[in-house]
């Protein structure tokens, strides 16, 4: 399969793109360099929401239908810490910034970063919608990885910065206009390059193991 590259479409807010995390990480393993990470903003902007009971509860049952299928945990210190908090916000827009400011420091470092805040969240059940926490976790993680980030000062960039802050909305527009483009909705989406053609992988595909993405993935050779 002579895929050019990947496009990942996701939101770091989403459960099904956590339970995504292991089959596009093998992604990277077999095709390196060719995935392109494109957040959508489906919670941040007119997403974004106020933690209610109403919506703690139905992303709470959302996880747990998660959880019996891939056998992911969202643990009680992530429900009561976040869902069950109704102080807090269901914004996805410090993640996003976050990543985008990591990807022009070192490019594999985004998807990494990415399943850091996912365990952070649904493990730990640290607030991953406020910038102060968002920053802590990524500058911990810049660090670890040779980048000696101070938090204050990603926390700023990442509340104040507006250079930053276009850069993040021209990769929300750039995947929503795919997905308008090809017709999906939702996320997680995967589409495969292969030419001048443009394959879009089934979301559960994602999510249902590694083995199932590469099956689904070895059908593009088969297609023209």
């Given at each position: 399969?002579?895929?050019v590259?990947?496009q990942?479409?996701f939101?770091?807010?989403c459960?099904w793109?956590?339970?995504?995390?292991?089959a596009?990480?093998?992604?990277?393993k077999?095709w390196p360099?060719?995935?392109?990470m494109l957040?959508?903003?489906?919670?941040s902007g007119k997403g974004?929401?106020?933690?209610?009971?109403?919506w703690?509860?139905y992303?709470w049952?959302?996880?747990?239908?998660?959880a019996?299928?891939t056998?992911l945990?969202?643990?009680?210190?992530?429900h009561r810490?976040v869902?069950?908090?109704?102080?807090?916000?269901?914004?996805?827009?410090?993640i996003?910034?976050?990543?985008?400011?990591?990807l022009?420091?070192n490019p594999p470092?985004e998807?990494?970063l990415?399943?850091?805040?996912q365990v952070?969240?649904y493990l730990?059940?640290r607030?991953?919608?406020d910038p102060?926490?968002v920053?802590?976790?990524?500058a911990?993680f810049l660090?670890?990885?040779?980048?000696?980030?101070?938090?204050?000062q990603?926390?700023?960039r990442l509340?104040r910065?507006?250079?930053?802050a276009?850069?993040?909305?021209?990769?929300?527009?750039?995947?929503?206009m795919?997905?308008n483009?090809h017709?999906?909705q939702g996320?997680?989406q995967?589409?495969?390059?292969e030419?001048?053609?443009?394959?879009?992988?089934p979301?559960?595909?994602?999510?249902?193991?590694t083995?199932?993405l590469?099956?689904?993935?070895?059908?593009?050779?088969g297609?023209?």
């Amino acid at each position: 399969m002579a895929v050019v590259r990947f496009q990942y479409i996701f939101d770091p807010l989403c459960g099904w793109c956590y339970a995504s995390a292991a089959a596009v990480a093998e992604l990277t393993k077999r095709w390196p360099n060719q995935l392109e990470m494109l957040p959508c903003g489906l919670f941040s902007g007119k997403g974004a929401r106020d933690m209610t009971l109403d919506w703690a509860t139905y992303a709470w049952n959302c996880d747990q239908r998660i959880a019996s299928l891939t056998g992911l945990e969202f643990t009680e210190a992530y429900h009561r810490n976040v869902l069950m908090n109704s102080t807090l916000r269901f914004d996805s827009n410090a993640i996003n910034r976050a990543l985008t400011e990591v990807l022009s420091i070192n490019p594999p470092l985004e998807l990494l970063l990415l399943k850091q805040l996912q365990v952070e969240r649904y493990l730990h059940g640290r607030d991953t919608s406020d910038p102060a926490v968002v920053a802590q976790i990524a500058a911990d993680f810049l660090s670890e990885c040779g980048w000696e980030t101070e938090a204050k000062q990603f926390s700023h960039r990442l509340e104040r910065d507006e250079e930053l802050a276009v850069r993040t909305a021209e990769r929300l527009s750039a995947a929503n206009m795919l997905m308008n483009r090809h017709g999906v909705q939702g996320v997680p989406q995967l589409l495969a390059l292969e030419g001048d053609k443009t394959h879009v992988i089934p979301s559960s595909a994602l999510y249902q193991g590694t083995d199932r993405l590469i099956t689904e993935l070895q059908k593009l050779s088969g297609s023209h």
